[in-house]
């Protein structure tokens, strides 16, 4: 309990003395700490309203999540069973389709169930789960992304010397190295996002737990974590990124060079459905995550988060299916 005190003040002048009183209030340790976070879980304040027009929208984006998750599950089936598939550029796309599977599965159910329960609420726990996986999905896609470019970018340029330079081994190793940076990212800052004591109300304007969200209803001084991770967020997207760009500007100089159109439009073919993922993830997580003091933005663009998170998974195994006629001949088998 807060206990009172009275501080008597006695100002004398030349005529007559006069009395100040002051009331002063000292606040105890165990009120400070009640008036930090009253509560374990977060509330997830969600993507919809509980109107019909936002119903509508609901059941679409489900719909949409549904068919990423079994396009993407289907994927994988096909490559591990047709040994026609089994080769790097393949390998990869099977990656990819693990990776989107995942960040479906991170972000979906949770959004779901609170929407049709009404129970919005998220623990600690659970949030940093959300944290964790969705970093690391992410951020190992952002590699994975450019590690497809390199292998494009020796089948095009390098076709006679493309099973020495793109070995099991190498595939395996950018692999391993895509799932290693991302999970890195995603416990440093799982970790550290969650090590902040909360004092505002745990409402997080979100459909899923994110770590800017998270750091607004801090009660410490977060700038030098907002600085740090602002720098990951560039490195992570702008490293692959422009390894993605010089990669395919090989692969131009080397497609205009090619006298044969049915060469052309072969190598056209097998790297326009890549740029088209890259342009819709990377397009949608530049502009939330490079954008100046994006930690800090009041107002997050949630219907953009919904783009890398939940549209461009659903996309992935239908860009590659429909233009890939190896993947067309497997599903008939």
Known sequence: ????????????????????YFSIDRITPEEIMEKR????????????????????????????????????ALMLL??????????????LLSQLSLMDVMLVATIVPQMAANYLTGNKSISPAGCGLQIFFFLAVGGGECFLLAAMSCDHYVAVCHPLR????M??????????????????????????TLSFEFCSAPEIDHFFCEAPMLVRLACADTSVF??????????????PFSLILTSYSFILFAVLQMRSREARKKAFATCSSHLAVVGIFYGAAIFTYMRPKSYRSANPNKVVSAFYTI???????????????????????
Not at 11 to 18: A, G, K, N, Q, V
Not at 79 to 88: G, K
Not at 162 to 165: I, K, M, R
């Open 167 to 192: 070995s099991r081994q190498l595939c395996l190793r950018m692999t391993l190295g895509s799932w290693f940076l991302g999970s890195a990212d995603g416990l440093m800052q799982a970790a550290a």
């Open 78 to 91: 096909l490559i591990y069973w047709d040994h026609r598939l089994h080769t790097p550029m393949y390998f």
């Open 226 to 239: 907002e600085n740090v991770m602002y720098i990951f967020c560039v490195l992570m997207l702008l490293v």
């Open 37 to 72: 976070n009253t509560t374990s879980n977060f509330i997830l304040l969600g993507l919809f309203k509980h109107t019909r027009p936002h119903l509508f929208l609901f059941m679409v984006v489900l719909t949409m999540a549904i068919a990423s998750f079994m396009g993407n």
């Open 311 to 333: 549209f461009t998974p659903v996309l992935n195994p239908f860009i590659y299916s429909l233009r890939n006629s190896e993947v067309k001949g497997a599903l008939k088998r």
């Open 162 to 165: 493309y099973p020495v330079l």
């Open 1 to 20: 309990m807060s206990r009172s005190y009275e501080v008597k003040l006695r100002l004398l002048d030349d005529e007559s003395p006069f009395l100040l």
